[in-house]
């Protein structure tokens, strides 16, 4: 006869209840450091904490996030299309706005330059993607950071992080200010005036485009209050001044293909040719008196300001379609005084934006 022997269960309920009974008996008497120490999940049914998990609250300074720790991390951002959420449309802009560098520049007279720097970059995004790492603008922007920036500098930035996000489209925008040494009137002094520039690569449909920003801060003398205030001095011996006001024109410009680069001092320059008053920086009184005198040399509505830049810009080369805003900011008025003078496709607009005018106050 085989006799079987039964193969050892373990312990059956009844000692597992009275195992746990002794274990609580200890913890009650335990210290917070013993208690600690058993497995996180025995120290949750002795202390009566539930099921609510403990996490260990100190930072974990050694800790290594190596590569397959990093591949378990979770990515919503480049999930799948089913987490879309909204109208499952492609959108044109998509990216980081204002981070900021400090950039090397090639200039015209004064070598390299070091200066703070804006950066926007934004891509085009499918309409089947649910969106972009857009911390890898950065990365891929700052390859590049250590090189002096030209525009050619500037495309590589783009073609990398366009590929990094796998997009058909890109832009980058690099906003500063740029200083340049401007001679008093008649005094003989100089000091530094400081233009907002920004440039700008755009492509779109495998199309690539360079573009260029200036702001230029001038005084405007109203040639209506101008006749009026000597009509008043001739007829009547009446001391009148006519009215002026800190203006300011923003012209972009596209850099035509092939041509030869305009420097930022070029730009500036034309447009102090086009119109002179340009705010003054380091003032006697024989500047001021000088600045009078070209102002009223120079009096000129906010339409004449648009066709005077433009018509510089027209005589230039190496600029193809550009676009000039003007703002009178009006001393006799409440309002501003603005125009609108595009040539070319690039810069074409039906509608305003809202904000656009309230754009181009320069504050000092």
């Known amino acids: ?31 917070t450091a013993e208690l600690d120490a058993l497995d996180p999940a025995i120290r949750r ?13 100190t930072y974990p300074e050694d800790f290594k996030a190596c590569a397959h720790y990093k591949a378990t ?16 449309r492609q959108i044109q802009h998509v990216g980081i706005s204002n981070f900021r560098l400090p950039i090397g520049f090639h200039t015209r007279d004064n070598g390299d330059l070091t200066l703070e720097t804006s950066i926007t970059g ?16 950065m990365r891929s922007f700052y390859k590049h950071a250590e090189q002096t920036f030209s525009f050619e500098v500037i ?57 260029m920003h200036l702001d230029y ?57 086009a119109v002179p008053t340009e705010t003054q920086v380091m003032v006697k009184r024989e500047d001021e008196q000088a600045f009078a005198e070209l102002n009223a040399a120079n009096p000129i509505f906010v339409e004449d300001a648009a066709r005077l830049f433009a018509e510089q810009l027209e005589n230039e080369p190496r600029v ?21 003078l595009t040539e070319g496709p690039t810069f074409e607009m039906q509608s305003i934006d809202p904000k656009l005018f309230n754009t181009l106050f320069h504050v000092g």
């Open 155 to 211: 495309e590589r930035a783009l073609d990398d992080y366009k590929t990094d996000l796998e997009s058909f489209d890109a832009r980058i925008q690099m906003r500063f200010s740029f200083p340049m040494k401007i001679e008093s009137l008649r005094s003989g002094l100089s000091g530094y005036q400081y233009y907002d520039i920004s440039l700008e690569l755009v492509e779109m449909n495998g199309v690539r485009q360079r573009i």
């Open 320 to 340: 193809g379609d550009f676009r000039v805003i003007a703002s009178h900011q009006e001393s006799l008025h409440s309002h501003d005084a603005i125009s609108v």
């Open 45 to 57: 049914v002795l202390t009566n904490r539930g099921d609510y998990p403990e996490f260990d609250r």
């Open 73 to 88: 991390l979770p990515d919503l951002q480049n999930g799948p299309s089913s987490l879309i959420r909204g109208s499952k």
């Open 217 to 273: 801060v001038y005084s405007s003398t109203c040639p209506c209050s101008l006749e009026l205030s000597e009509h008043a001095r001739a007829t009547r011996g009446q001391l009148a001044t006519p009215h002026s006001q800190r203006s300011v024109a923003r012209v972009s410009v596209a850099m035509e293909e092939g041509a030869p680069l305009i420097w930022f001092e070029d730009l500036i320059e034309a447009c102090r040719r």
């Open 1 to 31: 006869m085989t006799i079987i022997t039964p193969v050892n269960q373990g312990p059956d309920r009844d000692a597992a209840e009275a195992a746990l009974e002794t274990l609580r008996t200890w913890a009650k008497g335990a210290s």
């Open 122 to 137: 934004s891509v085009s995004l499918e309409a089947d993607k649910k969106g972009i790492n857009m911390s890898r603008i």
